[in-house]
């Protein structure tokens, strides 16, 4: 390809769309393979689903693939109501990956 092509195609692509769609799509790629996983994980061990959900490693992938959503989402709303309501789920996820993590360190000691 030659460098004017390479031009033609950054010109078309619409980067920032292109950066709000592919957080929400990785969102929920997260949360599919953490149910996908833990499903697995909780028959392997012979555990009641509902046990295996409230794990701190499914949380802390919920909580990230919700907040990638969030992100993605709020970066493709057309109103600002619409803009304002998934900066809140965002900022709920990220207040709630923030206290896995701050929980996590207190337990580790680091």
Known sequence: MTIIAYVIIAAVIDW???LFHTAWILGFAIILAAFSYHHWQARQQKLPWHH????PTF???AWI????IAFGLAGRSQT???????VVFLLI???NISKLWL???S????
Do not use: C, Y
């Open 16 to 18: 920032v769309s292109l």
């Open 52 to 55: 295996i959900l409230r794990a």
């Open 59 to 61: 949380t802390t992938f």
């Open 65 to 68: 693939g919700l907040a990638l």
């Open 80 to 86: 600002t109501s619409e803009a304002i309501i998934w």
């Open 93 to 95: 996820a990220l207040f």
């Open 103 to 105: 929980t996590r360190r």
């Open 107 to 110: 337990l580790h000691g680091s």
